[in-house]
C-alpha cells in the first residue's frame, strides 16, 4: 500500500511502476496514465498498451502502436488532457493523439531534460592528470565537474507557441558551486507540428532569481535583445533517435565572436533516455582552437537521484 503522504511523487517513473503494480489489478499501463495525468510526468506511454483499449480510441492508439505520430495539434492534447477534465474514452482518445512510442516522440525528449544532473561520475572516472578548469591559451586538455538544473519556462519573447523552451543553469564542482554557464534552449516545431531544431539563447544578464521557483513568469518579459542567440544558419537539427534524440550545428555554421575573430561553430548534444552528452567549440580560420568546452571529452550528464522529471503541465502553450 502506498501512502498518500508517502512522497511517491519524487520516485522516478520505473520505481513508481514497480511499487503500484505490484497492488493486485493494477498493471503497468495503469500505472503510466497515473504517471501522466496525475504526476504530469512527459508523454510516457507504452508500446504494450493493452489491445482492449483500441476499442476506446480506435484508429489513434492503432496509428501510435505502429509508430506513427497523428497529432498536429499538440496544444489541446496537452492543455486539456493532461489535466484529466473530460471523461475516460474521450481523455484517452487526446491521449492518443498526442502520445507515440518513446522512439519516436521528439516531444517527450527535450522535456524529459527536466530536472538535475550531474558530471560526477564521469569526473571522478577520468585521469587526474585532466581534472582541472579551463586555462585561457592552454590547450592541455582539461575537464571539470558540472551540475546542471533545467525548468521549463514561458519564454513568448523567444519561443513561438507550441515550442518547448527550457531554462538551464550550470554550477562547476557541484550543486553549490558558482554558476558557470546560464541559457535557455527552444526547441522549434516546423509547420506539420514536429520538433525540427533547436537554439541556444545566452542571458545578457544574469538569470532572474525566480528562474526555478517562477519559471512561468521568471522569463515572460523577455525579448531577443535580452539574449544573444545563434543565427539561423546554426540553429540545431533536431532528430529523434531509438532511445531519445540527438541535436548538432551544421558544418558551415560561421560567426563573427563579439572580440571580431571569425570562427566556425561546432555542438552536438546527445540525450539517450539515461544520460546528456554535450560538447561545443570554436574553430578559428587557421584551425586553432578558440574554445572547446571541454577540451578532453564531451559532458556525460546523467540524472541525480533527487531529480524529479515532471514538467509543469501549465507551461504548455
Same mark, same amino acid.
Given at each position: 500500500?502506498?501512502?498518500?503522504?508517502?512522497?511517491?511523487?519524487?520516485?522516478d517513473?520505473?520505481?513508481?511502476?514497480?511499487?503500484?503494480?505490484?497492488?493486485?489489478?493494477?498493471?503497468?499501463w495503469?500505472?503510466?496514465i +497515473?504517471?501522466?495525468?496525475?504526476?504530469?510526468?512527459?508523454?510516457?506511454?507504452?508500446?504494450?498498451?493493452?489491445?482492449?483499449?483500441?476499442?476506446?480510441?480506435?484508429?489513434?492508439?492503432a496509428?501510435?502502436?505502429?509508430?506513427?505520430?497523428?497529432? %498536429?495539434?499538440?496544444?489541446?492534447?496537452?492543455?486539456?488532457?493532461?489535466?484529466? %477534465?473530460y471523461?475516460?474514452?474521450?481523455?484517452?482518445?487526446?491521449?492518443?493523439?498526442?502520445?507515440?512510442?518513446?522512439?519516436?516522440?521528439? *516531444?517527450?525528449?527535450?522535456?524529459?531534460?527536466?530536472?538535475? !544532473?550531474?558530471?560526477?561520475?564521469?569526473?571522478?572516472?577520468?585521469?587526474?592528470?585532466?581534472?582541472?578548469?579551463?586555462?585561457?591559451?592552454?590547450?592541455?586538455?582539461?575537464?571539470?565537474?558540472?551540475?546542471a538544473?533545467?525548468?521549463?519556462?514561458?519564454?513568448?519573447?523567444?519561443?513561438?507557441?507550441?515550442?518547448?523552451?527550457?531554462?538551464?543553469?550550470w554550477?562547476?564542482?557541484?550543486?553549490?558551486?558558482?554558476?558557470?554557464?546560464?541559457?535557455?534552449?527552444?526547441?522549434?516545431?516546423?509547420?506539420?507540428?514536429?520538433?525540427?531544431?533547436?537554439?541556444f539563447?545566452?542571458?545578457?544578464?544574469?538569470?532572474?532569481?525566480?528562474?526555478?521557483t =517562477?519559471?512561468?513568469?521568471?522569463?515572460?518579459?523577455?525579448?531577443?535583445? =535580452?539574449?544573444?542567440?545563434?543565427? =539561423?544558419?546554426?540553429?540545431?537539427?533536431?532528430?529523434a *533517435?531509438?532511445?531519445? !534524440?540527438?541535436?548538432?550545428?551544421?558544418?558551415?555554421?560561421?560567426?563573427?565572436? %563579439?572580440?571580431? %575573430?571569425?570562427?566556425?561553430?561546432?555542438?552536438?548534444?546527445?540525450?539517450?533516455?539515461?544520460?546528456?552528452? +554535450?560538447e561545443?567549440?570554436?574553430?578559428? =580560420?587557421?584551425?586553432?582552437?578558440?574554445?572547446?568546452?571541454?577540451?578532453?571529452?564531451?559532458?556525460?550528464?546523467e540524472?541525480?537521484?533527487?531529480?524529479?522529471?515532471?514538467?509543469?503541465?501549465?507551461?504548455?502553450?
Amino acid at each position: 500500500m502506498v501512502s498518500e503522504h508517502g512522497g511517491i511523487e519524487h520516485l522516478d517513473d520505473k520505481e513508481i511502476i514497480t511499487r503500484l503494480s505490484s497492488v493486485r489489478g493494477v498493471g503497468d499501463w495503469t500505472v503510466e496514465i +497515473y504517471l501522466m495525468f496525475t504526476l504530469g510526468r512527459p508523454n510516457y506511454w507504452s508500446v504494450d498498451a493493452p489491445r482492449g483499449t483500441q476499442g476506446l480510441v480506435g484508429g489513434p492508439i492503432a496509428a501510435m502502436r505502429r509508430g506513427v505520430a497523428i497529432a %498536429r495539434s499538440t496544444t489541446l492534447c496537452r492543455r486539456y488532457a493532461a489535466m484529466m %477534465r473530460y471523461p475516460l474514452p474521450l481523455t484517452l482518445a487526446l491521449l492518443g493523439a498526442c502520445a507515440t512510442p518513446t522512439a519516436q516522440n521528439p *516531444t517527450r525528449g527535450p522535456l524529459a531534460l527536466v530536472g538535475t !544532473w550531474d558530471t560526477a561520475r564521469q569526473y571522478e572516472a577520468a585521469a587526474p592528470a585532466i581534472k582541472r578548469p579551463a586555462t585561457a591559451g592552454d590547450s592541455t586538455p582539461w575537464l571539470d565537474r558540472q551540475h546542471a538544473r533545467f525548468v521549463q519556462i514561458s519564454a513568448p519573447g523567444l519561443a513561438k507557441d507550441g515550442d518547448i523552451a527550457l531554462f538551464f543553469a550550470w554550477r562547476t564542482g557541484g550543486p553549490t558551486g558558482p554558476i558557470s554557464r546560464e541559457r535557455i534552449w527552444v526547441f522549434e516545431r516546423d509547420a506539420s507540428g514536429e520538433i525540427a531544431r533547436m537554439n541556444f539563447h545566452t542571458l545578457k544578464a544574469p538569470a532572474p532569481s525566480v528562474a526555478f521557483t =517562477d519559471p512561468r513568469k521568471a522569463f515572460a518579459a523577455l525579448t531577443r535583445d =535580452d539574449v544573444i542567440s545563434y543565427p =539561423d544558419l546554426c540553429k540545431l537539427p533536431f532528430e529523434a *533517435t531509438a532511445s531519445g !534524440w540527438r541535436a548538432a550545428i551544421p558544418v558551415d555554421c560561421a560567426i563573427t565572436a %563579439r572580440s571580431g %575573430r571569425r570562427m566556425t561553430l561546432s555542438a552536438q548534444i546527445i540525450f539517450d533516455g539515461e544520460s546528456l552528452s +554535450y560538447e561545443e567549440a570554436g574553430i578559428l =580560420d587557421s584551425g586553432a582552437f578558440a574554445f572547446k568546452v571541454p577540451s578532453a571529452e564531451p559532458y556525460r550528464f546523467e540524472r541525480t537521484p533527487q531529480s524529479v522529471a515532471a514538467p509543469d503541465s501549465r507551461l504548455y502553450r
